[in-house]
């Protein structure tokens, strides 16, 4: 009943939302007709993404959506009344966090195919990949460009109870340089289309980051460098200047935001990271000076490993242009033998896919390219978990199964630390301490 009252205020900070919670629910308690939903979940293993071990049956108690006991059977214990969900033979993992999704884009949406989308097809899309993507285990997402903040939308209609889907922090249009990743490239200058966030000065993109959080962006996602996918680029090109990279950077903290940079290029990793920004995206040709830099400054590195085999298996009969397939050929491996030189060198990661440009619902596709390229099944976990929530700042809210932290749980059968593949097909999703999926 108070999620109700507060998910209808999206921006409240956390502890206004347990003030409001209280409020509502001391106001319908008076009245005796409310009590908290209480719910206990139990399993035959939880896996603690925080203590980096097994908990053997674990016992899991949400309390108004939120998790109020973690503990093992018998010692974690509810009232008479509240609701049991008993997953024997499953283990639990905290809900997944995808850091780099698509939510309002196809993969069919390429080339030139692509200028016949409307915003109204976006933004419908976004309602359908919203439930694909909860479905596939993934309680949270970042959502990093979406035009027409048709991302905003989406998650105030999920935060409203209206549709389905994970909880969502959401860039809005993506920043970004004249003819660069993210402007309008594929027409000639006779129609005169320029990408919603293009600007080409550091006070030009100050405004622009304002512009952002005006209409309801958590955080800003910027292009530093070319990329796969647009017209006329080459991913490995800086494309904003040092000073407008750090003019982002600093107005967006300045509003409390986080900054994402999409950067393929090492040059454009750099820069990027010497602003401060606070994750780098693909990180495709970044070096060993640059994954040092990324080191010290605790800059996060979201590396899509996963999306090069659907790009170039599918690339074509999904209309992607010639010269995207091309970039993507020269790319995709050696990103891959960076993404194991950043691991080794122990940089900080999180789990960053790209989803929309392969299909939503696939996101649990990534683990296993991780384990493959030199991350323990422990590591991709902690990456699409525990990582990701301390780098978007809501540590306090996901990422763990730990008090205080919302009830949004999975499980799969068998071990997910021996197998990683396991979390490509999750038969059960909790949201909030709701059973949203149960397909054991
Ligand atoms: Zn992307």
Same mark, same amino acid.
């Given at each position: 009943m108070s999620n109700r009252v507060t998910a209808s205020?999206?921006?409240? #900070?956390p502890l206004a939302r347990r003030l409001l919670a209280g409020l509502s629910l001391g106001a319908l308690l008076a009245t005796g007709t409310a009590q908290a939903d209480t719910v206990l979940v139990t399993a035959? /293993?939880?896996?603690d993404v925080l203590a980096g071990k097994v908990v053997d049956r674990p016992a899991v108690l949400i309390v108004d959506g939120r998790i109020a006991a973690v503990g093992t059977q018998g010692a974690v214990t509810a009232p008479a009344d509240a609701r049991t969900v008993a997953l024997p033979g499953l283990t639990l993992l905290p809900g997944l966090i995808d850091? /780099? %999704?698509?939510? %309002? !884009?196809?993969? %069919?949406?390429? #080339?030139?195919? !692509?200028? #016949?989308?409307t915003t109204a097809d976006k933004a419908i899309a976004g309602v359908a990949n919203a439930k694909v993507t909860l479905m596939a285990g993934f309680t949270a997402v970042r959502n990093v460009g979406a035009d027409a903040f048709t991302d905003v939308a989406l998650r105030n209609a999920i935060d409203n109870g209206l549709v389905p889907g994970p909880r969502m922090k959401v860039s809005g249009p993506l920043l970004g340089a004249t003819?660069? /990743?993210?402007?309008?490239?594929?027409?000639?200058?006779?129609?005169?289309r320029v990408g919603e966030g293009v600007a080409d000065s550091p006070w030009g993109m100050v405004q622009k980051v304002r512009w952002v959080k005006k209409f309801g962006a958590d955080l800003v996602k910027v292009c530093a460098t070319g990329g796969v996918l647009s017209k006329g680029d080459s991913p490995g090109a800086q494309q904003l200047s040092q000073e407008e990279l750090d003019a982002i950077a600093k107005e967006a903290h300045a509003l409390g935001m986080k900054v994402a940079a999409h950067a393929h290029g090492t040059d454009g990793i750099k820069a990027a990271i010497r602003a401060g920004i606070d994750t780098i995206e693909h990180a495709s040709l970044i070096d060993d000076e640059g994954i040092e830099m990324a080191k010290k400054r605790g800059t996060w590195l979201g590396m899509d490993i996963y999306n090069d085999d659907y790009i170039l298996a599918e690339g074509a009969k999904v209309g992607m242009l010639p010269e995207s397939l091309e970039k993507e050929r020269k790319i995709g491996r050696v990103q891959r033998e960076n993404f194991a030189k950043a691991v080794k060198a122990g940089a900080k990661m999180i789990y960053s896919t790209d989803a929309g440009v392969y299909p939503h619902g696939d996101n649990g596709r990534q683990f296993a390219k991780m384990v493959q390229w030199g991350m323990t099944p422990l590591e991709a976990i902690r990456a699409a978990t525990r990582n990701a929530a301390e780098a978007m700042g809501t540590a306090q809210d996901i990422g763990a199964v730990a008090v205080g932290r919302y009830g949004d749980l999975v499980a799969v059968k068998g071990d997910p630390l021996a197998d990683v593949t396991l979390l490509e097909h999750i038969p059960v999703v909790i949201k909030g301490g709701e059973v949203v999926k149960d397909q054991r």
């Open positions: 205020i999206p921006h409240l #900070g035959d /293993h939880l896996v850091m /780099h %999704t698509h939510m %309002t !884009s196809q993969p %069919t949406w390429n #080339g030139y195919e !692509s200028l #016949g989308v003819g660069g /990743h993210c402007d309008e490239n594929l027409l000639p200058a006779d129609y005169g």
